[in-house]
């Protein structure tokens, strides 16, 4: 469960990024969070596994403190945490599977990752990875061959491989044409049911958030103006999250 408690950040420079935040998010849910650009919807996802960490209020995952967290104690918390972005952060010039078992690469020793000697366990474990977003056969191709979309998957099956209990995506469709968007969504949301692992997924489409998860977080200057089922929400939220004003009622 992450549970954000009158959550706060005012980056370095001054800028506020969230403003008295406070929500929980059971184990299994799909979230997405929608807004206009720089109303705080990454700043919101990074602040779960600290990449951005908090300025003001409490924030716990299943209990753990993640304003404290540093070191070896921050390293093993981030790995039950999984992380897609837009830009789905893969080499893309070396093969699928070498990219999937880069997910265990703090475990492993300097030597080993340079020479990619990988335990067989490990390679199992990704190539499971790999047959869960559907693309076992790609696993000896080099990445810079497949598709924006399946490039995508590889970031989700490297997430995988290191068993998450929760997957932070930010934007993960965005770079993508719609019917790969939807493909990759689809993706999202069999691992959602299939394995129970949270997705808390940043998307400016709101068709497909709407369509794909099943809570809808609003965001708007920092503020939480709408949270609740996906079903809900209707054009007046829409127009209030969206809207190009500046005034900050609540929906
Ligand atoms: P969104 O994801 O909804 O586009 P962000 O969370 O990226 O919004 O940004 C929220 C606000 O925080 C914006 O005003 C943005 O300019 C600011 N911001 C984001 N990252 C930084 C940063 N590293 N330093 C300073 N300000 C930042």
């Given at each position: 469960m992450i549970v954000f408690d009158k959550v706060g950040k005012v980056y370095p420079n001054g800028v506020r990024g969230l403003d008295n935040v406070s929500l929980s998010i059971n184990q299994g849910e799909f979230v997405a969070i929608i807004g206009l650009s720089g109303a705080g919807k990454s700043t919101l996802i990074r602040a779960i596994n600290k990449m951005h960490g908090i300025t003001e209020g409490n924030l716990t995952v299943d209990g753990i403190d993640v304003k404290n967290l540093k070191g070896k104690k921050l390293r093993?918390?981030?790995?039950?945490?999984?992380?897609?972005?837009?830009?789905?952060?893969?080499?893309?010039?070396?093969?699928?599977?070498?990219?999937?078992?880069?997910?265990?690469?703090?475990?492993?020793?300097?030597?080993?990752?340079?020479?990619?000697?990988?335990?067989?366990?490990?390679?199992?474990?990704?190539?499971?990875?790999?047959?869960?977003?559907?693309?076992?056969?790609?696993?000896?191709?080099?990445?810079?061959?497949?598709?924006?979309?399946?490039?995508?998957?590889?970031?989700?099956?490297?997430?995988?491989?290191?068993?998450?209990?929760?997957?932070?995506?930010?934007?993960?469709?965005?770079?993508?044409?719609?019917?790969?968007?939807r493909q990759v969504m689809d993706d999202f949301k069999k691992i959602n049911k299939e394995l129970g692992i949270s997705i808390l997924i940043n998307i400016h489409h709101v068709e497909l958030a709407l369509e794909y998860a099943s809570r809808i977080i609003g965001i708007r200057e920092g503020r939480i103006i709408y949270d609740g089922p996906s079903e809900k929400v209707n054009q007046t939220i829409l127009d209030t999250i969206y809207r190009k004003d500046t005034s900050k009622e609540v929906v």
């Open positions: 093993q918390f981030r790995r039950k945490i999984g992380m897609v972005f837009q830009s789905f952060n893969l080499v893309t010039r070396t093969t699928v599977i070498q990219n999937v078992l880069a997910a265990f690469v703090p475990d492993l020793s300097f030597g080993r990752v340079l020479f990619g000697i990988f335990p067989k366990k490990d390679r199992l474990l990704a190539l499971e990875a790999l047959e869960k977003v559907g693309i076992l056969d790609k696993a000896y191709t080099r990445v810079d061959q497949l598709s924006g979309g399946q490039q995508q998957r590889v970031a989700l099956a490297r997430n995988l491989a290191q068993n998450p209990s929760i997957i932070l995506a930010d934007e993960p469709v965005a770079a993508l044409d719609p019917v790969t968007a």
